[in-house]
Each structure stands twice: as structure tokens, then as C-alpha cells.
């Protein structure tokens, strides 16, 4: 190399000074130092120029001046020209440039010191640019060659820089960096890794912009938001710095499933404490009666501010008391007491109205005794108790002999609750497996629902045939007299029994009054006026006494006129004494009490007989008055006296006249309490022939 051993040349890269006053100062204080030693100056060739190093004009050649320690010529620019640095070979094969640059090699200790410099230039220059020391050729320098415009002393060890750390260019000692556009740690750098730099700070705006980090800037230390702020999110953080935390945060509003179940499964989400929460749109709320679980534990109206407040349910029986109760959303009043099977306690326990009663609506009953006669039995609900049990009383269609007559599931009275407590009294049918009840058309006057209808005595206007009637349901009854009954007569046995069909009858005997009508409308005959007493009749106290002297014929012919018929023997009896099993003597039972019938008087008809509605302490089991006594009455069957037989026997008349006339029953006011026995029997001869003392009352068939 030519030049003095004190001198050296540098292969120089390829830079761009471009007026950089640090790149210009290191490379002056280098070539000063350099100066100072070798008591001359030094000059730097490349491989096509030298560049002088200087400290004042006059040292450069005619034509140049110093510029930042080196000579440049006047006509560039006023920065050192890439050209005059480095003599730039750019290898053909990948593109890169490769600058040698030849430095002087300055020894100040016993080792060497490497010196490198990084030209950070924007060109990709190559790693490892060799600087030979003319007087230590084994002593290279690796010179990093990376980065554009710029000069990299290998900093990776701070031992290697090349110059004495202890010591600053001012003779100073190094201090630690600090952002004040100083190079304070005198490695050839200003403001590089101040302390107090990246240090968090507040900027002083709100939210997350006013986090921060210290930045040295122009030699000052200033805080640098480290964001400028984004769209607010729920983070517990005011985002978009506005002041503001987690306000319109995005999703708020949103629907979702809370996973709760009721009214709150709907929810809507929620930032709360920087967190996304699925809320209930509505709810939890108080428990009502709307069909929804509002209170959210699962359970739909299960509770209600109403719950079991009294109330009418509007039904009828044990069902009308009720409580408030949620039902399918709506609040109801339901029974306190649901409707139940009928007992025998007077309540109405099915609801329907009726109490005490069966499927049917007949009274209710149970059998009872033996499971065979003569122990077989029924028992019946009336008044709210059971009766005992009563032998021989009625069929309960159940395939039994229930009353013992012989008979399974015949004909027997049975007894029909109707709406307000009236008891029907009706005919027992058991065609059917529960049977029914037939019931009589409604009796007039007398008080009764008898068609359990719930009205009593309607449609009785205008003279309603059975106007005055009493009702004798279908079935069975003893008809004639044991051997060992007092006051019994041979033509009255055997006893036995006797089933008809149900039937009305006159409550009372025919009167004058109700005769003399028939008569005046020309369907009856005239009686004989004259017969004992009967002339008196004029008077209207004696009109409604019973009519006497009256023929069998007369009888028929006023009954017919009435729409009805002359009763036969058996229902004439069956009338007075009762259903099976009644045996009674008499009307009102077997005390043989003369106050209660007008009998063994003397006095003659106008004298002795009572009003036809009278003495109602001896009316029968039905209710028809003067049963026994007053006047004899006619009935259709002829006189037979051995007509009667033991076997059961249904609707029995003797229509064969015997030569006896017909029957006459219940005997008259002239004769003693034997003959108004209700199973006594006479007859008269003679039928045209008329007594002042035999009268009658008809029949209806019932439907």
C-alpha cells in the first residue's frame, strides 16, 4: 500500500452522508486522533480517490474545504459524496454491494481495538467488510454492513469500541445516558436507551389513552399514548376514551338464553363489572295466576296472591263452597269438596242436586240380613239415616229375592229423591241392570212433587182427573188374613200374595156434591132421595158428606163419566193396607182404635157419616181417608168365597159372577170395628138394590 506506516487506507462503504453530523463527527474525531499521533496528516484512498482528512480549510488541496473534518470540493454538494468515501464494487452475482474500506489501524494499547463501522445504507451491503492494519496485518475488523446511512460500532460487546470508555472526546467521564441531546455515555450515540425511556406514564387523556410511555424526542422526554383509543368493548375499560367505561359496549342488547327457566330464559346481554352477562328480560316477578313460571323457579302458578280465598263455585250440593285455584292460566273457584259417591248423610255429595240418592235417583238402598231368606233384607236412606233392616220390603234389582215374596226382581215400591227433598214414591222396574223408578203422574192437591219434577201440584187448573187421588205404586202385598189374625173370617184365607201394577185412587169417598154433578150433566141417574136420610142432602154441609144409596151400576156410571173406573177387590185392599210386607188389620195399622173410623153408630146416614175428608189419623199407608168405616164401597170383583188361593198371583179380579153380587169393602158406620178390618169381604145379593149405607170412590190406571 502506498503511504507512511503511520498512515493507513480505508476501504470506505458506500454511505450518504447527506449532512449527518454524528457519522461526520466520529470519522473527524478518528482521523484527528490519528493526526495527532502521527504529526501529519493522513489521507484516505479508495481504490479510484483519496479523501483528506482536515481540521481547518487550509489544509485540503486548492479547491476543496473542510466540511466536518473532511476535504471537499466545493463544487458538490455540501455534504461528502458516496464517491469520495468508498470505492463501491457491486458483486454481480447476488446483487450486493461490498464497500473495503481501508481505515487506519490506531494502537493505543498492548491489544488491538477493532473499529467498525456500519454504513446503514439502504443498500444491502455484506456482513463482513475486512479492515487490514498496516502494521498488525493478523488483525482484522468486522464491519456489520446491514442497515442504510448509518455507522454500527459493534455494541454487541462493550469492550470492543474501538476508543477508551473511560474517557470522552471533552476529557469528561462517561455518564449514563439521558435524553437531553447529548451523548452522554460517550459512545458515539445521543439520546440511544436514555434512562427513564419506556417507562409507563399518564398522558393525561382519559380511558386507555391516557396510559403511556416515556419516548425520548429531540432531547426531551415526553409520554406516548400507547393507543389512541378503539371501539368500546366490555372490558372494564374506557376504550374509546371518551370518559366512559364500557357504555354501547358492542353485543350489549343483544338476545341470548340466561339458561334460567320460566319468564327469565329470555335475556338480553349485559356488561357488568367488565364482563358479558345474559340478563333476564323480565323477571323474576311475584308468582300469578297467567300460565307462566314468573317467578323462575321452575314451577308454573303455583303460588298466587288469591290462592284458596273462599268462593262460590256456582254448583250445587257439598260442591258449592269453594276455594280460588290456579287452573290453565286462569283463576277458578274449585269445590272445597269434590263431588263424591252419594252417602246416606242428607248431603248432596254428588253435587246433582239430590242427596241421599243413587245412580238412579232412588232413594238410596243396601241390602242386608241373610244372603238368603226368610233373613234377606233392605235397608233405605231416609231422613240422612239408614233405616233397619226390613225384611220383606222391595226388590234392588240385583238378581236377588231381596223382599222374599217368591219372586226376584219383581215389582215393589221404590222411593225417587227429587230436587228439594221431596220423595216420590214410584214403581220399581227392573228391566234394567240399575232398574228405574216409574213415577206417577203429578196427584192435585196434595202437596206433593209427586213426578219429581220439581214443582208441586202443577198443570192442576181446570179440574185435573186426578184431582183428589192418592198414588199406589206397582208390586206386591199381602192380600186376605192369617188364621191367627183377630177377627179373622174364612173367606179371607189364605193369606197371599198379590202384585199389580201401579195405580191412582180417590182420596175420598164420592160425595153428594160430586155425584149430583154427574147427574146434572145427564150422565148419571138419580139415587133415590129418598132412601133414609138422604134428602137432608140439600144442604152444603151434607153435600160434601159421602154419597149412600147407590146401586153397583150407578157407581160404575159415575166413575166412567169421571174418566176413571171402579177399583178391583185387590187394589181396593192393597189401597187401605200397604206394600209388602205390611199384615195390618186395619187402615192406620192394627190398634183397634174406634176414634179413628166412623163405625158402630146407630144414628142413622145423615147422622152418623163424616165428611169424606176427615179423620186423617186413620187414613192407610197412601193416604186415602176412610178405609175403614163411613160407608161400605163397591169394588168390581164378584162375591167368590173360595176364590183366594196360596200361590203369588198377579192383578187378581173374579169377573164370574158366583149369584153373590159384587163385594162391597171397609164396612160402614153401622157396624163394628171387625168388619172395617182391611181384608174383610161382603157382598150384597142384590146389586140393583140400594143401601143408604154402601157408597164407593174409583181408580185410575197410572201410566
Not at 124 to 147: K, L
Not at 387 to 394: G, I, N
Not at 454 to 460: A, I, W
Request: hydrophobic share 30%; aromatic share 6%.
Amino acid at each position: 500500500m502506498d503511504g507512511p506506516m503511520w498512515c493507513g487506507t480505508m476501504r470506505a462503504k458506500k454511505e450518504n452522508v447527506r449532512g449527518a453530523r454524528f457519522q461526520s463527527y466520529l470519522l473527524s474525531l478518528l482521523v484527528g486522533f490519528a493526526a495527532t499521533v502521527a504529526l501529519s496528516a493522513c489521507s484516505f484512498e479508495t481504490r479510484s480517490s483519496q479523501v483528506t482528512s482536515c481540521s481547518e480549510d487550509y489544509g485540503c488541496p486548492i479547491g476543496e474545504v473542510c466540511v466536518d473534518g473532511y476535504c471537499t470540493s466545493t463544487e458538490g454538494a455540501d455534504v461528502v459524496d458516496d464517491a469520495q468515501l468508498a470505492d463501491v464494487s457491486v458483486d454481480a452475482s447476488d446483487g450486493d454491494a461490498a464497500v473495503d474500506a481501508e481505515v487506519t489501524d490506531v494502537v493505543e494499547d498492548a491489544g488491538d481495538a477493532d473499529v467498525a463501522r456500519d454504513a446503514t445504507d439502504a443498500a444491502d451491503v455484506s456482513d463482513a467488510a475486512d479492515v487490514s492494519d498496516t502494521g498488525d496485518t493478523g488483525d482484522t475488523t468486522d464491519a456489520d454492513t446491514g442497515d442504510d446511512a448509518g455507522v454500527d460500532a459493534d455494541t454487541g460487546n462493550d469492550a470492543d469500541t474501538g476508543a477508551d470508555a473511560s474517557a470522552c472526546p471533552d476529557g469528561g467521564t462517561p455518564q449514563p445516558e439521558i435524553c437531553d441531546g447529548i451523548d452522554n455515555d460517550c459512545d458515539g450515540q445521543i439520546d440511544n436507551d436514555p434512562e427513564s425511556v419506556g417507562e409507563t406514564c399518564d398522558t393525561g387523556d382519559v380511558g386507555v389513552c391516557g396510559v403511556g410511555e416515556r419516548v425520548c424526542n429531540n432531547g426531551q422526554l415526553e409520554c406516548q399514548a400507547t393507543t389512541t383509543g378503539s371501539a368500546e368493548v366490555c372490558n372494564g375499560l374506557d376504550d374509546d376514551c371518551d370518559g366512559q367505561v364500557d357504555e354501547e359496549a358492542a353485543e350489549v342488547g343483544d338476545a341470548c338464553q340466561t339458561g334460567r327457566p320460566g319468564i327469565c330464559a329470555d335475556g338480553e346481554k349485559r356488561c357488568q363489572f367488565g364482563q358479558l352477562v345474559c340478563k333476564p328480560i323480565i323477571g323474576p316477578l311475584t308468582e300469578v295466576c297467567d300460565g307462566e313460571d314468573d317467578d323462575c323457579d321452575g314451577e308454573v302458578d303455583e303460588t298466587f296472591a288469591e290462592q284458596g280465598d273462599a268462593c262460590q263455585t256456582g254448583q250445587i250440593g257439598q260442591c258449592a263452597d269453594g276455594g280460588k285455584q290456579c287452573v290453565g292460566g286462569q283463576v277458578v273457584c274449585e269445590p272445597v269438596n269434590p263431588a263424591s259417591p252419594e252417602a246416606c248423610d242428607g248431603i248432596d255429595n254428588d253435587c246433582d242436586g239430590l242427596a241421599d240418592e243413587d245412580d238412579s235417583g232412588m232413594v238410596l238402598t243396601a241390602a242386608c240380613g241373610a244372603a238368603t231368606c226368610p233373613g234377606s233384607g233392605v235397608k233405605l236412606c231416609i231422613g240422612a239415616q239408614w233405616t233397619a233392616c226390613r225384611e220383606d220390603v222391595q226388590e234392588i234389582c240385583d238378581g236377588a229375592d231381596n223382599n222374599c215374596d217368591s219372586q226376584v226382581d219383581n215389582q215393589t215400591p221404590c222411593y225417587q229423591v227429587c230436587p228439594g227433598g221431596d220423595i216420590a214414591v214410584g214403581t220399581l222396574d227392573c228391566s234394567t241392570s240399575t232398574g228405574t223408578c216409574e213415577l206417577p203422574q203429578e196427584i192435585c192437591n196434595d202437596g206433593t212433587d209427586n213426578d219429581c219434577d220439581g214443582q208441586v201440584d202443577e198443570n192442576c187448573s181446570g179440574g185435573n182427573v186426578r184431582d183428589g187421588m192418592v198414588f199406589v205404586p206397582g208390586g206386591p202385598f199381602w192380600m186376605g188374613s192369617q188364621t191367627t189374625d183377630w177377627g179373622y173370617q174364612q173367606d179371607e184365607t189364605p193369606q197371599h200374595l198379590v202384585e199389580l201394577d201401579p195405580f191412582y185412587i180417590d182420596q175420598a169417598e164420592i160425595t153428594r156434591r160430586l155425584y149430583r154433578a154427574c147427574w146434572s150433566d145427564g150422565s148419571c141417574s138419580l139415587p133415590d132421595w129418598g132412601c133414609p136420610y138422604q134428602g137432608a142432602g140439600s144442604t152444603s154441609d151434607h153435600l160434601d158428606k159421602p154419597i149412600g144409596c147407590v146401586s153397583y151400576a150407578q157407581a160404575a156410571d159415575y166413575c166412567q163419566w169421571a174418566g176413571k173406573r171402579l177399583p178391583t177387590a185387590a187394589e181396593w185392599e192393597k189401597a187401605a193396607r200397604g206394600p209388602y210386607p205390611r199384615q195390618n188389620l186395619f187402615p192406620w195399622g192394627d190398634t183397634q182404635d174406634t176414634s179413628l173410623a166412623v163405625v158402630d153408630c146407630s144414628n142413622g146416614l145423615n147422622g152418623c157419616v163424616a165428611k169424606s175428608v176427615s179423620y186423617p189419623a186413620g187414613a192407610s199407608y197412601y193416604g186415602a181417608l176412610h178405609m175403614a168405616g163411613n160407608v161400605a164401597e163397591w169394588v168390581t170383583d164378584y162375591y167368590d168365597p173360595n176364590f183366594y188361593t196360596s200361590t203369588y198371583t198377579v192383578a187378581p179380579e173374579q169377573t164370574t159372577d158366583g149369584g153373590d153380587g159384587h163385594e162391597v169393602r171397609g164396612g160402614s158406620y153401622d157396624q163394628t170395628l171387625r168388619y172395617a178390618r182391611v181384608s174383610n169381604r161382603a157382598a150384597l145379593t142384590f146389586p140393583t138394590v140400594e143401601d143408604d149405607a154402601v157408597g164407593f170412590r174409583c181408580v185410575l190406571d197410572a201410566p
